[in-house]
């Protein structure tokens, strides 16, 4: 298994809720979001200019043992 590490950030409760709710819908956590969005800002090398539509990086960027939900 690979080692991680933790972030801890601060937001607002219901702002938790709506990005719970929405990345459910797509089939994927919260964490799984933050990592996607993290690794392509990384790989892209800038901040949130190329992102597409939520379920293509979702094909491109997760694992394929993780079920997308449509």
């Known amino acids: 298994m690979a080692k991680t590490a933790n ?3 601060r937001i607002e409760p219901e702002t938790k809720a709506c990005a ?3 990345f459910n819908s797509f089939g994927i956590s919260v964490t799984d979001a ?9 790989m892209e090398g800038d ?5 597409s539509n939520p379920a293509t990086i979702m094909k491109l960027r997760l694992p394929s043992k993780r079920p997308v939900v449509s």
């Open 7 to 9: 972030i801890n950030l």
């Open 34 to 42: 933050i990592n996607i969005f993290l690794n392509t800002s990384i």
């Open 47 to 51: 901040f949130l200019s190329k992102l």
């Open 20 to 22: 719970e709710s929405l």
